[in-house]
Nanobody, 124 residues
């Protein structure tokens, strides 16, 4: 079975940094887009960042552009989210997502597999 497992979340002060990891198993996603989403309490799930198969194309939400960086290591079947200059507004459960179809674009929608999430809390 396919599993996506996020790690790296935690409590950090505003202005700090965290690096999230998402390790996939059950199949390879080396040819597939992957993405990060987040959901704050009482709010809808929000797109954060996406990356194509090679890492050559990325898409970011305006709210995180310039602060967050998505990357991947296909040999490890893993995607990362480096989060810098964190703000209290970044507090959310962060979810990793993967597209079941290969060779598609880095985009904001259309993902098929989801992790269980990792909590990121940014204190002021």
């Amino acid at each position: 079975q396919v599993q996506l497992v996020e790690s790296g979340g935690g409590l950090v002060q505003a202005g700090g940094s965290l690096r999230l990891s998402c390790a996939a198993s059950g199949r390879t996603f080396s040819s597939n887009p992957m993405a990060w989403f987040r959901q704050a309490p009482g709010k809808e799930r929000e797109f954060v960042a996406a990356i194509n198969w090679s890492g050559g194309n990325t898409v970011y939400a305006d709210s995180v552009k310039g602060r967050f960086t998505i990357s991947r290591d296909n040999a490890k079947n893993t995607v990362y989210l480096q989060m810098n200059s964190l703000k209290p507004e970044d507090t959310a459960v962060y979810y990793c997502a993967a597209d079941g179809d290969p060779w598609t674009t880095a985009r904001r929608t259309g993902y098929d597999y989801w992790g269980q999430g990792t909590q990121v809390t940014v204190s002021s």
